[in-house]
Structures are given as C-alpha cells and as structure tokens.
C-alpha cells in the first residue's frame, strides 16, 4: 500500500464539526453548500445508481426478533461438553479452534448463519448462553468457541496481539488521555465501522438503562445519497487523512467507500479519527478536513440513524454483523451497583466466505488476521485498555 503524506496548508481550518453530530449544524452546512458550490450531478465512474441485495434494509423490513436465534437445550449441552473438551487440553486460548472446540451438531446451524452475514440481512443475534452457570474463564471459552465456527480467523485488536477486548465503562481507573475512545465510556457512539469482516459482542452484563445496540445497513445509506447526493459519493470514495492517533505515520489517506469488482459495497470508518473525541482533539500536523467530507461524515451518521434497527441484546447474547455492509452504534447508558454494561468483542473472518478487498484495505487485514500466530494471541479475563489501535505501528 502507498501512504500518502500531505503538507498541511498554512490557512487550512478544520470545519466546525465535533465527534458527535449536530442536526442543525448539518442541515446549515448542507444549505450553505448547495447553494455556494456547483457540485457533481452524476455518480463516479463505476459506481451503482442503486444496490439491489438482501443487505440493503431498513428497521421497517423486519419482524421483532426474527434475526435471533434460540439455542436448544441439546445446543447448550454441546458447547458445555465443547469447554470442557477444550480446558482438558491444557492449551493456551489462543488454539481454540472448530477443531478443538468440536460442536457436531451446532456447527452446521452456525455456518447457515454465517452464510446469512455474507448473503443475507447481514446479521444474527445467537441467545441462549446462560452466563450464571459459568465462570469467567468458561464463558471466554464457550464465546471464542463458538465463534470458531461462525468465523475461523480472530482478529488482533491492539499490539499487544489482543484478540478478544472487553468493552465498559473504564474512566473510574482510566484517565481520558488513556482511554481514548468512547467504547470504554458510557458516553452514545456514533455510527460507525471497526476493522474487519465480522464485528461480535457477547453480552456478560447489561446495563441499568440505556445502552441499547444498534445497525444500519450501510448498503441502504449508499442507496438515499446515490439517488439524492451524488457528490457525496464522490467525496467518500476520494483519499481522507485518517488520523494516526499517536502511531508511526501520524497520519494515512485512503477513501472508505469502495465497490470491488465483487459487485461488493464497502465502507469503513470511524468518526474519531476526523473529529476528535471528547478531550482528545485530532492529532495536531494533519489535514484538516474539507466542508465537503464534514457534510459527508454527517450524511453517512444522520441517513444511518434514519434506518437503524435497535437490537434486543439480552445478557448472554451473542450479536453478529457483517461490519463490511453494517454500520453500528450504541446508545449512552447508565450503570449501577448492581448492573454494569460489560460485553466481549471479537473481529472474525471466515475465510471461506470472505469477500474480496480493495487493495488499499488488505495490508491492514492482514495484520489483523494474519500478523499473529494462535498460541500468541492475548485473551484477557479482564478489561484492558488497547495499546496502538489505528495502524499498528509502535510510534517512534
């Protein structure tokens, strides 16, 4: 991959957008814009009018609950005979595998589903671990092991060679500075994507209110600015500076919206990185970015959030989405005494399913899934803060 650095211009100045979106400030800039510019009426070259697939979908589509699925009592008996299969092995967790972790009869369920990510709605909701019958270490296993066989590949999610990260509320012994991000606070995320094929969470841990997940089919989103913005499509498929976040290089250009030679739509990116979080500001020496992908980060946010489906995701749920096709976001939440919000996450691939990458994105896929060997990857019983998250590059 070739990095492109750029010189900031010296009166260059970031828009006035911050990292949680402003309706007002949105439709202004969107006014000032169609007025002030003469922008493209026409789509890029090679680039859909409009998608036509069981991933573009909007809340409305679905019945309450359809994308979920039950585990049986002979499921659950499986995955309890699984861990303990596996914990006599003395292995490290690093080697749980569907061979290790062995599920005869549930294993061809999961790869349907599986299916169903890359073919169908994008996404599944598995329920039935009961969280209370197992120890930490167990219902590590047991959601490892299962994914296993939704997704044969774990991702790194830091440098450390974490492959499974503990998502909750950390500021009561974290500093701001370390955190970073709002996925170790209780503060709503915006909708956006992570690295990889297949986000999932397990649910240890609900809150006391709020936290509510929630998706958008970003094929949908693609749809509504083909028809309605077309020069929005233009600017999301043009190099962006993404911020580097304190890694070596500060900073790195690629677009976030690609259509493969698949007949494939993919878009990633992550708010943050060109807004800013909280009492982190972007990185100093980088780009500003322009008008255009200001109104186009909000775009993407706002068209989501028109969309969105909100996921019942009970304490022992398991929740899989096809993050190459799905944005995904969460509510602010509260935690108590009693209830505190803790889900798991994992970055899966499956690669016999796996659609084919835009060049620009597969040098970092493959130091998500193919930089670490097994027995060295770190999966923590308890929370961590990630050390390196955007490019995995040690700053010098």
Do not use: C
């Not at 970073?180 to 909708?191: E, H, I, L, N």
């Not at 990185?283 to 500003?288: A, C």
């Not at 060049?359 to 060997?373: C, G, I, T």
């Amino acid at each position: 991959m070739t990095v492109t650095i750029l010189k900031t211009p010296s009166n260059s100045v970031q828009p006035d957008i911050s990292y949680h979106p402003d309706l007002q400030n949105y439709n202004a800039r969107t006014k000032r814009r169609l007025q002030a510019e003469s922008l493209a009426q026409v789509l890029p070259q090679g680039f859909p009018r409009r998608l036509e697939s069981p991933l573009v979908w909007e809340a409305d589509d679905f019945k309450l609950d359809e994308w979920v699925v039950v585990l049986s009592d002979s499921d659950i008996l499986e995955v309890d005979s699984a861990i303990e299969k596996f914990k006599a092995t003395s292995q490290p967790l690093g080697l749980i595998s569907q061979d290790t972790f062995p599920l005869p009869t549930l294993s061809p369920k999961l790869h349907a589903q599986a299916l169903e990510l890359f073919n169908g709605r994008g996404f599944f909701v598995l329920r039935g671990i009961q969280v209370d019958r197992y120890s930490r270490l167990d219902s590590l296993i047991a959601y490892v092991g299962i994914s296993a066989h939704v997704g044969d590949l774990r991702g790194r999610q830091d440098l450390s060679g974490m492959v499974l990260n503990h998502i909750k509320d950390l500021r009561a012994t974290h500093s701001d500075q370390v955190i970073g991000t709002p996925a170790y606070t209780t503060d709503k995320q915006v909708f956006h994507t992570d690295i990889g094929d297949i986000v999932s969470l397990f649910s240890l841990e609900e809150a006391a209110e709020g936290g509510t997940s929630r998706i958008s089919s970003s094929w949908r989103v693609y749809n509504e600015l083909a028809e309605t913005r077309p020069d929005l499509i233009h600017t999301l498929s043009e190099p962006w500076d993404f911020d580097g976040l304190g890694n070596d290089p500060p900073y790195l250009s690629r677009p976030l919206l690609y259509y493969t030679t698949q007949q494939k739509l993919i878009i990633g990116y992550a708010r943050r990185h060109f807004t800013g979080f909280d009492d982190l500001p972007r990185s100093k020496g980088i780009p500003p970015i322009t008008e255009a992908q200001a109104e186009a980060l909000d775009a993407l946010h706002f068209t989501a959030e028109r969309y969105n489906l909100g996921l019942t995701f009970r304490r022992g749920d398991i929740q899989y989405i096809n993050n190459l096709s799905i944005f995904h976001s969460r509510d602010a939440f509260k935690d108590s005494g009693t209830k505190t919000r803790h889900l798991l996450r994992l970055w899966l691939r499956n690669e016999e399913l796996a659609w084919d990458l835009p060049s620009q994105l597969k040098p970092f896929w493959e130091k998500v899934y193919y930089d670490l060997k097994p027995e060295d990857q770190q999966i923590p019983l308890e929370p961590e803060v990630r050390l390196g998250f955007a490019t995995f590059k040690q700053k010098k």
